[in-house]
């Protein structure tokens, strides 16, 4: 197998402030774009799985198949073998596994996902040549993953617009691209991939349950994170700047007509045959 050569720092670490949006993730919710696609028979293997949660609905949605899902927190997994147990499946497991370099034949799998992912790795062109050649001839591809820059609210806050200053600075010191979203085509045909369909989707909050939320997780991780640390620590903001960047959340989340869109790129990459 080639060396790994993961460079980049995962930005947002596995604070309760981070779990409490991943584990709110579903296949439907986040990976609607591949639900077509799949086959019960099917073999899929989930990079970057974190607690689970879509792997788990994955599972469900393959019962004569087998999902693997790989992620590179020892830690995280139990969180996601706790939720595979509770909704009792017996045909999904899980790894340490780095994209870079996948423990993998070629040709194993025939769907390979990535939710996510490819926004905090050093060498997100690397990463799909190695989901590339894990997935067998005919198999799919499938990778999404948000577009900072494109991501858009009202009513405007000066806050909110240092917010997305201030993370985008941070993302990008610690190695990864947090616009990828709209680099995803790109990517993957500089993989070798020449099937590629390219897409779009979006979550939207905007009900006061919504707001509440999305905004109090955000206002939580940008005081108590592992983004918060390094924020401080690479110089980008300081703790005073980043209270001010939380409560400039909370009071978003609290505006009736407040309204908030993230945007995702999404693709769909087939393996010749």
């Not at 296949?27 to 989930?46: K, Q, V």
């Not at 960047?245 to 990459?269: K, P, Q, Y």
């Amino acid at each position: 197998m080639p060396e790994a050569r993961e460079t980049a720092v995962y930005t947002h670490g596995h604070h309760e402030s981070v779990l409490r949006s991943h584990t709110w993730r579903t296949a439907e919710n986040s990976a609607a774009y591949l639900l077509g696609a799949l086959r019960p028979h099917m073999r899929i293997l989930d990079i970057g799985c974190g607690p689970g949660t879509i792997t788990a609905d994955l599972a469900a949605l393959v019962p004569d198949g087998h999902v693997t899902g790989v992620d590179r927190e020892p830690e995280i997994l139990e969180r996601a073998r706790q939720v595979a147990g509770e909704r009792g499946l017996t045909n999904v497991d899980f790894a340490v596994g780095d994209v870079h370099a996948l423990d993998h034949p070629d040709d194993t799998f025939c769907v390979v996902h990535a939710h996510q992912v490819l926004q905090h790795v050093g060498d997100p062109v690397r990463a799909l040549r190695e989901m590339r050649r894990v997935t067998a001839p005919g198999g799919l591809v499938a990778v999404r993953d948000s577009d900072y820059a494109a991501m858009t609210w009202y009513p405007a806050s000066p806050g909110m617009d240092g917010w997305l200053d201030l993370y985008r600075r941070v993302a990008r010191a610690n190695g990864g691209e947090p616009d990828a979203g709209r680099r995803l085509k790109s990517w993957a045909l500089a993989a070798g991939f020449t099937d590629v369909t390219a897409g779009s989707g979006t979550w939207t909050f905007s009900t006061a349950a919504e707001r509440s939320w999305w905004s109090g997780l955000w206002a939580d991780r940008t005081v108590a994170s592992a983004y918060a640390g390094r924020a401080v620590e690479g110089g980008h903001a300081t703790r005073e700047e980043l209270r001010e960047v939380a409560a400039a959340w909370r009071e978003w989340g609290a505006r009736e007509d407040g309204w908030f869109s993230v945007l995702h790129g999404e693709v769909l990459c087939r393996k010749e045959a």
